[in-house]
Nanobody
Framework: AQLVESGGGWVQPGGSLRLSCQAS????????MTWVRQAPGKDFEWVAT????????FYADFAKDRFTISRDNEKRVVELQLDNLKPEDTAMYYC??????????RGQGTQVTVSS
């Protein structure tokens, strides 16, 4: 599996970003896809998961009402819309080929920094 994330950057608190992950090398529509994040010095933290066929979504409590995961099986893309960002959302964000609990295979990550 190959996963390439993009879309990270620096935003002020309350701002928004849209992360994207381009997937290749596996039957994308058959797999759940997950976003995880890792802040410096901390473990991976599950953010959200979306199923392949039904597009059913699941969110960590901190992500509910602020983040939205989506996918386009034709384009082999999974996205994560981040709204109302907070400083504690600062982390490297990774997309993962798998469901909740999976941390690999993952891409190289995209950095999200929230500060004023």
């Amino acid at each position: 599996a190959q996963l390439v994330e993009s879309g990270g950057g620096w935003v002020q608190p309350g701002g928004s970003l849209r992360l994207s992950c381009q997937a290749s090398g596996f039957p994308f529509r058959n797999y759940a896809m997950t976003w995880v994040r890792q802040a410096p010095g901390k473990d991976f933290e599950w953010v959200a998961t979306i199923f392949g066929a039904t597009h059913t979504t699941f969110y960590a409590d901190f992500a509910k009402d602020r983040f939205t995961i989506s996918r386009d099986n034709e384009k082999r893309v999974v996205e994560l819309q981040l709204d109302n960002l907070k400083p504690e959302d600062t982390a490297m964000y990774y997309c993962v080929n798998g469901g909740r609990g999976a941390v690999s295979p993952r891409g190289q990550g995209t950095q999200v920094t929230v500060s004023s």
